[in-house]
């Protein structure tokens, strides 16, 4: 079975800051890996993705990820907060066949002025 | 805007009535999944279809119930609603790796 753990519920940055969310994965397969982000009464948007290519991938908003096979995890980071990106952010896994996705307990992102 | 609809976006109702949410995947997108997000669970995967055919199980209650329609868009039925079924329900399809979720509809039993 395959399943991920955000560390951290609740994550407070400065504006400016860096941001990094952390994840970890199990999986016995390589996995693919995902990054989410859920801004407040909305759907869920798809930050990166991890599909056995580059181990640094880089997404929307300025975000990226490194999968580190070695340490099983595939952490978010930004290297400058904005205001905008406070939102909760959830790490995922796809496994199976039908490629259903497993997420993590996903982590709220505060960004301070 | 993904480009998945749902309808409707809120639903209130009582305990057990039945309710049946509805989804419209991306234009040519072949499978449809459901999730479910609630305070206690958070996102879970609940039921896959592919084509009109199921795929796949997750967490998915007896009470609940899906199928996918020949134009491809799915309804999901729930059941003698609980108050613990109180929860955003989405919808996503999929395309090759990347899944593309609905805004969802936020169900609430009182």
């Known amino acids: 079975a395959q399943s991920v753990t955000q560390l951290g519920s609740h994550v407070s940055v400065s504006e400016g800051a860096l941001v990094l969310l952390r994840c970890n994965y199990s999986?016995?397969?390589?996995?693919?890996l995902f990054w989410y982000v859920q801004y407040p009464n909305q759907g869920l948007q798809l930050l990166l993705k991890y599909t056995s290519a580059a181990t640094l991938v880089k997404g929307i908003n300025g975000f990226e990820a490194e999968f580190k096979k070695s340490e099983t995890s595939f952490h978010l980071t930004k290297p400058s907060a904005h205001m905008s990106d406070a939102a909760e952010y959830f790490c995922?896994?796809?496994?199976?066949?039908?490629?259903?996705?497993?997420f993590g307990s996903g982590t709220q992102l505060t960004v301070l002025p | 805007d993904s480009g998945v609809t749902q309808t409707p976006k809120h639903l209130i109702t009582a305990t057990g009535q039945r309710v049946t949410l509805r989804c419209s995947p991306r234009?040519?997108?072949?499978?449809v999944y459901w999730y479910q997000q609630s305070l206690d669970q958070g996102l879970q995967f609940l039921i896959q279809?592919?084509?009109?055919?199921?795929?796949a199980k997750g967490n998915i209650l007896e009470r609940f119930s899906a199928q996918q329609f020949p134009d491809l868009h799915s309804e999901l039925n729930l059941s003698s609603l609980e108050l613990g079924d109180s929860a955003l329900y989405f919808c996503?399809?999929?395309?090759?790796?990347?899944?593309?979720f609905g805004p969802g509809t936020r169900l609430t039993v009182l």
């Open positions: 995922a896994v796809s496994g199976g066949s039908a490629r259903q996705l497993t």
């Open positions: 234009s040519g997108d072949l499978s």
């Open positions: 996503a399809s999929s395309a090759g790796d990347r899944t593309f």
């Open positions: 279809y592919y084509n009109g055919e199921e795929r």
């Open positions: 999986s016995s397969v390589p996995p693919y």
